[in-house]
């Protein structure tokens, strides 16, 4: 059981726009920490997609963006496209857990 | 550019002990944080353990007391020692260079990841 949720699968078209949720709680999103994306493409390594809530490192496209509220985070992903099929994790931090990031359970996203 | 290359995994049986080695290129470990993270086959990502550029340590509750995190600064290099290794170690694990970010902090580089499989 992670500490942050997220849905297993989100799927859309190809053009569409989808949103992928990570809920916490009071000790770490409601908390005021901030959330961290990454995408995970099938056979790779998790890459860094969104950090601070909002910010892109260089060379993500501007379709990928990143909100938060209370102790919801979420990924938005417009425009989208046959390679955006992978897995995408949230991650935060919370203040029960010593020392350490939490990620959440990741999600599937398909392309139809 | 920012490089970190895992060695170090294969298979081993219940009980066994394995390091793990992530050379990185392109910055210097020792100056920042270094984290492991595991990804059991199928499942999602499980922070293991973080060093921190003044020394300190944190390791997961899975983990602690069986595995060690460390670095050498003359090689450049990030260890992660792993002792009494169990079915449940089995996973891919990357070692990322962490980023500190206000109050709390996240992964911006990766390496490739490296397979350890824990099996009799």
């Known amino acids: 059981q992670s500490v942050l949720t997220q849905p297993p699968s989100v799927s859309g078209a190809p053009g569409q726009r989808v949103t992928i949720s990570c809920t916490g709680s009071?000790?770490?999103?409601?908390?005021?920490?901030?959330v961290h994306w990454y995408q995970q493409l099938p056979g790779t390594a998790p890459k860094l997609l969104i950090y601070?809530?909002?910010n892109r490192p260089s060379g993500v496209p501007d379709r990928f963006s990143g909100s938060k509220s209370g102790t919801s985070a979420s990924l938005a992903i417009t425009g989208l496209q046959a390679e955006d099929e992978a897995d995408y994790y949230c991650q935060s931090y919370d203040s029960s857990l010593s020392g350490s990031g939490v990620f959440g359970g990741g999600t599937k996203l398909t392309v139809l | 550019d920012v490089q970190l290359v895992e060695t170090g995994g294969g298979l081993i049986q219940p009980g066994g002990s394995l390091r793990l080695s992530c050379a990185a290129s392109?910055?210097?470990?020792?100056?920042?944080?270094m984290s492991w993270v595991r990804q059991a086959p199928g499942k999602g990502l499980e922070w293991v353990s973080v060093i921190y550029s003044g020394g300190s340590t944190y390791y997961a509750d899975s983990v602690k007391g069986r595995f060690t995190i460390s670095r050498d600064n003359s090689k450049n290099t990030l260890y992660l020692q792993m002792n009494s290794l169990r079915a449940e170690d089995t996973a891919v694990y990357y070692c990322?260079?962490?980023?500190?970010?206000?109050?709390?902090?996240?992964?911006?580089?990766w390496g490739q990841g490296t397979l350890v499989t824990v099996s009799s």
């Open positions: 990322a260079r962490v980023s500190l970010w206000f109050r709390e902090y996240y992964l911006d580089y």
């Open positions: 392109g910055f210097t470990v020792s100056s920042n944080y």
């Open positions: 601070g809530n909002n």
């Open positions: 009071s000790s770490n999103i409601g908390a005021g920490y901030d």
